[in-house]
């Protein structure tokens, strides 16, 4: 038979009280979760959606499912969702004409966010909306 003495059941006692004591509680759940920053993205060469489009999701709450995803979100924050908004980068771009078409549909702070514009190439694309459209490639 094994004793415990009173002096090691008072000091499991007091070591169990101050582990609880020090425990904080779960923030309580209220339903609501931060909305999502995503968009599903594609690149149409002409100005019809075709089934050959180059495409891809992007999420922002990590960046993930884009190669260059990191650098689309923080362009998109920096914008608050709206592509258009993306200040234009200095490029030159050659004089041919090759349209692509630039496609986004999704949600940003909790708003839909559509997009769609035919550019005269993928230069001309890529200097006014960043790294969001940057599906493949380098």
């Given amino acids: ?77 920096a914008a608050h969702g709206d592509i258009a908004g993306i200040p234009p980068k200095d490029a030159v771009c050659p004089m041919v004409h090759a349209p692509v078409t630039a496609r986004a549909h999704g949600e940003w702070g909790g708003r839909p966010v559509t997009y769609a514009e035919t550019f005269p190439n993928r230069c001309v694309m890529a200097a006014r909306t960043g790294s969001v459209f940057a599906l493949d490639g380098p």
């Fill in 1 to 77: 038979m094994t004793h415990i003495s009173l002096k090691a059941a008072r000091g499991a006692l007091l070591a169990a009280v101050a582990l609880l004591a020090c425990a904080t509680p779960a923030p309580a759940d209220t339903g609501r979760t931060a909305p999502e920053n995503w968009l599903v993205l594609t690149v149409d060469r002409g100005e019809a959606p075709s089934a050959t489009a180059s495409g891809g999701l992007l999420r922002c709450d990590p960046p993930r499912g884009h190669r260059r995803a990191a650098d689309a979100c923080a362009e998109l924050a």
